[in-house]
């Protein structure tokens, strides 16, 4: 899985703590989501797009051979 | 409120476990092997349970939860992990006072010394699976 959550989290200025904050999670949830190595509720997903005004689909891919 | 709580209740409890554990040094006797044993292994399982502690704290302190989806679904994959840990660890107890015990004429464990192994080690196991998954995203 990839994300763009780094990419937009720098759009908006934001450090991976005032990510965290804004989505109630800790901020290596964050990190490990910016990574890719975790898979997020559909809830957290939302939550994680909602605060980088993004969609979840936008947000969130799988390279084809995976 | 209630995440500070939880973390004062146990900072209480492992607070108390080493008071437990440091009187127990001072009393009187003589200290053998499984006597240290006994002590060694709380001991990593408060300074186990301290860590975990301050971790938490330090996310409260920042504004931020003590736990989220993630820690919370690592922390029972470390319970069901520790739980087999557990099923091994009784089955290693019962082989060690078969194979060891009575046929190479090592010391027998009775069955206080078998449920202390069985406690601390899987607490043990408990933590150190903690610690492992918590330091990888997830955990398939």
Redo the contacts between chains.
Sequence with gaps: MRTRIKELRARYDLTQ?DL??KV??????IL?LE???????L??AYDVAKALHSSIDELFFFDDES | MKEKMSIVAGAGIAVLLLVIVVLYLLGPGTIELYDVALIIVPLILVVGAITFLWDRLK?VR??????????KKLHWKAGAYAYIATIWIAIGTMWYNIIFAENLGYPELNAGQVVAVIVLLSGMAWFALQFYF?K???IE
């Design positions: 703590e965290a904050r109630g999670v800790r901020r290596e949830t490990f990574k890719g190595t975790y898979n997020p509720s809830k957290l | 996310n920042a504004g931020l939860p003590s736990a989220d989806e993630r820690s918590m990888h995203g997830d």
